[in-house]
């Protein structure tokens, strides 16, 4: 079974520019996470999806950071205009969930960003 | 708001050597708690899981028991090897709807030859 696909891999920017990140989740997987882990901290959750709505989007910052999920399948996270402590690696995780499905969060391999 | 706090790192120990890493959380309720190890170079993958008090998760020779009384979930390991060399997170998914996972900082172990 294919993992949780990201990419890039790396980024590196200049402040005050935009970038995006890609993730296909597991087949099947009907909810879907962005987490933020900034170095020597934890990852820490940006949004969660259901199909291709928003469950939980509390932590993200809306002012410059979008996220979507068109079809309910690839999920695309946006930045836009990066700030210097956006330099973090980004991770997607996807789960089955709903009722009787398991719950456990597979983890993409991430994008490491880095903001000049 | 729950949070999770785990033993600061970097751990370095020799091969066989005995390994504890601490956790302790806050939460309401009676949250399900993991631990997760990422090995250099690849993604978060799930070590091991506990999701009621008393119960204790096992894989790959660790083990984390879920204790209620002092909201812990240490993780322990009786003799490490070199391929263990990782940082291993604890986190916890609190009680309720909300799926997503609170993790604490990371602890990075190194295991010697």
């Known amino acids: 079974e294919a993992g949780v696909a990201q990419s890039p891999r790396y980024k590196i920017i200049e402040k005050r520019q935009s970038v995006a990140f890609w993730c296909n989740p597991i087949?099947?997987?009907?909810?879907l996470y962005w987490y933020q882990q900034i170095l020597g901290q934890g990852p820490k959750l940006l949004i969660q999806?259901?199909?291709?709505?928003?469950?939980?989007d509390s932590q993200l910052p809306k002012d410059r950071f979008s996220a979507e999920r068109l079809k309910g399948v690839d999920s695309t996270l946006k930045i836009q205009p990066a700030k210097l402590e956006d330099s973090a690696v980004y991770l997607c995780?996807?789960?089955?969930?709903?009722?009787?499905?398991?719950?456990?969060?597979?983890f993409g391999p991430g994008t490491r960003l880095t903001v000049l | 708001g729950d949070s999770v706090t785990q033993m600061e790192g970097p751990v370095t120990l020799s091969e066989e050597a005995f390994l504890t890493i601490n956790c302790t959380y806050t939460?309401?309720?009676?949250?399900?708690l993991f631990w997760y190890v990422q090995y250099p170079g690849e993604g978060l993958q799930l070590l091991l899981k506990a999701t009621k008090a008393d119960d204790k998760g096992s894989n790959k020779g660790f083990e984390a028991t879920y204790r209620k009384e002092t909201t812990s979930f240490h993780l322990e390991k009786g003799s490490v090897q070199v391929s263990d060399s990782a940082v291993y997170f604890c986190?916890?998914?609190?009680?309720?709807?909300?799926?997503?996972?609170?993790f604490g900082k990371g602890t990075k172990l190194t295991v010697n030859p």
């Open positions: 986190a916890l998914r609190g009680q309720g709807g909300s799926e997503k996972l609170v």
């Open positions: 087949s099947g997987h009907a909810t």
């Open positions: 999806f259901q199909n291709n709505g928003v469950v939980d």
């Open positions: 939460a309401t309720g009676y949250p399900s």
């Open positions: 995780a996807s789960s089955l969930a709903g009722s009787g499905g398991s719950r456990e969060q597979f």
